[in-house]
């Protein structure tokens, strides 16, 4: 089965994953729309992987998880830390750097 | 143009995969968006193991639809107390940015996608994407960044621990 299937499924997810971090606001479903992101990314990897025969696709889909469980950590305890100071889930409320 | 097994496999991870990730942005309650995330992290996982991924599929629903999605709904659990964290949306106008620039993207990508071709795809080992295989490439290639990578998540522990916690 033809490569460009899988490009193009990975395309519309990243699509959709750009479209919840550009279009809400509720910083935990960036967060989520970053998510999808990267999983499209881990998608086209492993399609050049599959398409190549090439286990270095693997890996780095295997680290590209462990990285996206780091930034879940760390971007969540943010997000925790920024509610219990100004009590906002809002991504355009946070702007302190400018105001 | 003949249905295959794998095509017919492809269409039913991919269907469901992309409405439930579209069910992520339309939900309105972040809890029916993180579920929606779940079961999109399913149907990712199986379109892995068509393409022969098994290790990472396992990796997709331990690490993904396991951990980092019982992160979520803790925090979510955590900071909902009501109906205000039903956040107001954008302006309009600026959400019709944000989907012409998503748009545009994915035309760039169209374009990359066609250059890339495709061609038969190479032969495969009998033991591509098993535990072995890809434990051999970690362990052998890839072992600076595979310890590189246990320091980032001791790093991202301390780190997250540090910035949630109220006092150390």
């Known amino acids: 089965m033809a490569l460009t299937y899988y490009l193009w499924l990975a395309a519309v997810l990243f699509g959709i994953g750009l479209l919840g971090v550009l279009m809400k606001r509720n910083a935990l479903i960036v967060m989520m729309g970053v998510e999808l992101m990267l999983n499209a990314a881990n998608l086209t990897f492993l399609a050049f992987a599959r398409q190549r025969g090439d286990l270095g696709g693997h890996a780095i889909a295997f680290f590209v998880i462990a990285v996206a469980a ?11 830390a920024i509610y219990r100071t100004r009590g906002a889930l809002n991504v355009d409320e946070v702007r302190a750097l400018r105001e | 143009m003949t249905a295959t097994a794998e095509q017919v496999t492809f269409w039913i991870f991919a269907v ?30 199986g379109i892995y193991v068509l393409l022969v991924a098994h290790l990472l599929a396992f990796m997709q ?14 925090v979510i659990m955590l900071l909902s107390t009501g109906d ?44 591509f994407g098993t535990v072995k295989a890809v434990g051999r490439v970690l ?4 072992l600076l960044p595979f310890e590189a990578t246990s320091l980032l ?16």
């Open chain 2, 139 to 142: 362990y052998t290639q890839y």
């Open chain 1, 70 to 80: 780091a930034e879940a950590a760390v971007g969540l305890a943010i997000v925790i």
């Open chain 2, 84 to 127: 205000e964290h039903l956040v107001k949306e954008r302006r309009r106008a600026m959400q019709l940015v944000g989907a012409a620039g998503a748009i545009m993207l994915v035309a760039v990508l169209a374009a990359a996608i066609a250059d890339a071709g495709g061609g038969e795809p190479a032969p495969l080992a009998a033991d």
């Open chain 2, 16 to 45: 469901p995969l992309v409405a439930t990730a579209t069910g992520v942005l339309l939900a309105k309650n972040p809890v029916y968006a993180a579920m929606n995330l779940v079961a999109a992290f399913f149907f990712l996982a």
């Open chain 2, 61 to 74: 629903i331990l690490v993904y639809a396991g951990a980092v999605m019982v992160l979520f709904l803790f």
């Open chain 2, 153 to 168: 998540l001791l790093v991202a522990i301390v780190g997250a621990v540090v910035v949630a916690k109220e006092r150390i």
